[in-house]
């Protein structure tokens, strides 16, 4: 078993640790970092709970070892929003269409789609949709967060239409 | 479902990876993108002594044009090569195919690479290196050597890398401008692993196919090249070609088997159908053009 020295940012802060060589990045920036907002499912990388960005790339958290992110950048869901509260507009989205219930796989969806549409990038509906083939989640049936993706795309009108259906229904 | 304990190292030259390999005797493992590896390790299916992470190898990055083909380095990221000039001129087989390989999520750090090596029989990257006729390039502490890729592989995850080998590069060979593409991937969700699966290329010279290289995924312990279809291909003229009785043939050399998702029987009997339509959509649109 082996220890090793990490220094990675994580939302800007620099963070130094110690971890053994099997801990997964998603472990770390849970368990020693307090970063809770990374949701640990499967554990095997078929969920997509646990997606972040590392160096502006949305990856598994579950499926990268602590260790390899040392002299990284990683982002996670707490480090999206503005520090006076206003949300990510991906964030946004998914509030204003209903794009999540009861928010255990909306971490790892925001930073997916935040990865997607950084720095002005506009992949399109199509990519945006294709991408959440890799994530599961088991309240919205899924209709919500692409509602959420075309609000994001800026080729819905009808986004807010969709959420006061929502809202009826609930 | 966390990994077992072992000893992570980082070795920054081939020549380090091929000692710390030669010295644990069997008893490491190659870490590249870890996207198959790493549900492996927390599921303790795999449990070495000492991981050797290849991440920090420049030599074994990026992709090359060389005499006869294509040179890919086996840490090459899929989300990488997905979008790289010389893969998308030379090799729009392999281009297709990587956009089924897992999620985006996964191939921003998943290699190409590694799929190769580690040989899950439901993958594409094997299946379309066999289809494709590619050599992979293996290096230990004192030899390099080359080993077909239809000679890879001898059961799930069993490959002919042996435990103080080292995959340094796979060869593409080259194939013409106008190969067609064959392929088609029946997955319960996109990007799971296939249930059925089929890579292939094809080249027509005036109207008679030339070459053909076809192999299926999922359905066998291993890749499974269609041997006898690509036999019975070669020097047919496509205007009288007969899909059905070659896709009899392509599937006479699977060996599927059945599991929770699917039985023997539903892969052979999708697998049949999909590899009739996925030719005859090849040639109508050669015939066409």
Redesign the interface.
């Known amino acids: ?2 220890e ?1 020295k990490i220094e990675l940012t994580v939302n800007g802060r620099h963070h130094r640790g110690t971890v ?3 801990h ?1 990045l998603g ?1 770390w920036l849970r368990g020693q970092a307090g970063y809770t907002g990374v949701h640990i499912g499967c ?3 078929v969920c ?1 709970a646990c ?1 972040v960005m590392v160096d502006g ?4 958290s ?4 602590a ?2 992110a040392d002299g990284c950048t990683v982002t996670t869901v707490e480090g999206l929003a503005d520090p006076d509260g206003t949300l990510h507009p991906v964030q946004q989205a998914l509030k204003d269409c209903h794009g999540l219930q009861c928010g255990f796989c909306t971490p790892g969806i925001v930073c ?1 789609l935040a990865a ?1 549409t950084a720095d002005g990038a506009q992949p399109g509906e199509e990519k945006l949709t ?2 959440m ?2 994530h599961i989640c088991r309240c919205t049936g899924y209709q919500g967060i692409r509602r959420a993706i075309r609000q994001i795309a800026g080729t819905d009108t009808s986004a807010a239409q969709g959420a006061a259906h929502a809202e009826q229904g609930a | ?10 070795p920054s030259s081939i020549e380090e990876a091929c000692t710390i390999l030669a010295e644990a005797g069997g008893g490491a493992q190659v ?1 590249a993108g ?2 198959t590896l ?2 492996l ?3 303790r299916m795999s449990q070495p002594f000492i ?1 050797v ?1 290849i ?1 920090h190898i420049p030599e074994l990055q990026g992709v090359t044009s060389v005499d006869g083909g294509t040179r890919v380095g086996p840490i090459t990221r899929q ?1 990488e090569a997905l979008v790289d000039p010389i893969l998308n001129r030379d090799l729009p087989t392999l281009i297709r195919a990587l956009s089924h390989v ?5 191939r ?2 998943g290699t190409i690479g590694g799929s190769i090596a580690l040989g899950e029989p439901a993958a594409e990257m094997p299946a379309t290196a066999v289809a494709l006729g590619a050599k992979v390039e293996v290096r230990s502490a004192s030899q390099t050597r080359f080993i077909p890729a239809d000679e890879l592989y001898f059961g799930p995850y069993a490959t002919a890398i042996e435990p103080d080998e080292l995959l340094t590069a796979i060869h593409y060979p080259a194939w013409p401008d106008d190969t067609i593409t064959l392929f088609r991937e029946v997955a319960m ?3 799971d692993f296939a249930l059925v699966g089929l890579v292939g290329a094809l080249t027509v010279e005036k109207g008679v196919i030339a070459r053909a290289g076809i192999c299926w995924f999922g359905m066998g312990p291993t890749p499974m090249k269609a041997k006898s279809a690509e036999v019975a291909l070669i020097g047919q003229s496509i205007d009288t070609l007969d899909a059905a009785a070659t896709a009899d043939l392509a599937i006479a050399d699977t060996a599927p088997f059945g599991d929770h998702h699917a039985t023997a029987d539903y892969r052979r009997t999708v697998g049949r159908r999909i590899f009739v339509r996925v030719l005859q959509e090849a040639l109508n649109m050669r015939q066409a053009a």
Do not use: F, I
């Open positions: 078993m082996s090793h053994e060589g099997r997964t472990d554990e095997h990388g997509g997606t790339r949305a990856v598994r579950c499926l990268m070892l260790v390899q997916t997607l294709a991408a083939s890799g | 479902m966390k990994a077992a304990p072992y000893d992570y190292v980082r870490l870890g996207q790493m549900p390790l927390a599921l991981l992470d991440n989300n897992g999620h985006h999520q996964t921003n750090r969700r996109p990007g």
